[in-house]
């Protein structure tokens, strides 16, 4: 009886040695994986010129620059996932990312999901319309107009909170969420929508490279502003992370590096979609000849 009292407690005791050790590695902090793991994996969305976008298959853009110097700083090499942006929180708390970084804009709400860096980009939230439509100088003026936005973003909550209890609720107004807003341009182009509701950079990039069409800054009628800050988010928790982080970028934010990285990769993107409009006319030009 002695012996298996004896045993029983033994297992009881390996059992409980085992179980404290998962919980001492369900413990471990992202920092800490990171730097064991020699590697930090960025979420991020890459629809968004110049913060993020493709080079054949590669993620590149401002807030893949900014990945690699923290990488480069916590001495880890940085692998880039592409996902759907209104899933990046789930890839956090799931620990399938370390870090996000899409030009996130900072809000009460997301503030309670996510740790948030400090702010490392100002923007404002812009619209889009035909050069030829004179009719919209504020939001006010988006009543009756389908809106486009990217579903899930700051442009997404600013145009469905407007149109459902603000100041286009009533007015005939409605919204149509999209997962790319090279879609919404061309929905924009084709008369779906009437209006797109999107950050300033990616407005101004549409407008680059989508003849016909024109952007600017979204404020109400009484002047009120939409400006807001973008910043890279972590698992809510990682606190320590949070603060590895902000030791990296206040210094490139401070010194100019950012906003070197956004003229270069708007260059860039620039460029893209003009050797991609080339190389669609001369498809569309052999089509042609095929056909006659």
Request: proline share 1%.
């Amino acid at each position: 009886m002695k012996k298996a009292v004896s045993c029983c407690l033994s297992l009881a005791m390996a059992l409980s040695l085992a179980c404290g050790c998962t919980s001492l590695a369900d413990d471990q902090s992202a920092l800490d994986r990171i730097l064991e793991d020699g590697k930090i994996v960025m979420a991020t969305d890459a629809a968004w010129p110049p913060f993020e976008f493709m080079e054949g298959e590669n993620v590149i853009g401002v807030d893949v620059a900014i990945a690699q110097d923290i990488a480069d700083g916590l001495g880890v090499e940085l692998e880039v996932i592409n996902v759907a942006f209104d899933s990046l929180s789930l890839y956090l708390e799931n620990g399938e990312a370390d870090i996000a970084i899409a030009a996130i804009t900072v809000t009460e709400d997301r503030a309670e999901a996510m740790e948030f860096s400090d702010t490392y980009c100002e923007s404002s939230q812009y619209i889009v319309v035909r050069e030829d439509d004179d009719n919209v100088e504020t939001i006010e003026d988006l009543a009756g107009y389908a809106i486009g936005v990217h579903l899930g973003t700051t442009g997404d909550f600013l145009a469905s909170d407007e149109v459902d209890m603000g100041v286009l609720a009533g007015t005939g107004a409605s919204v149509l969420q999209y997962k790319d807003l090279t879609v919404a341009a061309l929905g924009l182009n084709a008369g779906d929508v009437q209006a797109i509701v999107c950050d300033k950079l990616l407005a101004e990039n549409l407008c680059v490279v989508n003849e016909g069409l024109k952007c600017f800054e979204a404020v109400y009628a009484d002047g009120t502003s939409t400006q807001e800050e973008y910043a890279i988010a972590a698992a809510k928790g990682e606190t320590e992370l949070i603060e590895a982080i902000n030791e990296i970028i206040d210094p490139l934010k401070e010194d100019g590096t950012i906003d070197e990285y956004i003229l270069e990769y708007s260059e860039i993107a620039s460029a893209l979609e003009d050797e991609e409009s080339e190389t669609e006319a001369v498809s569309e030009e052999a089509t042609e000849a095929a056909t006659e």
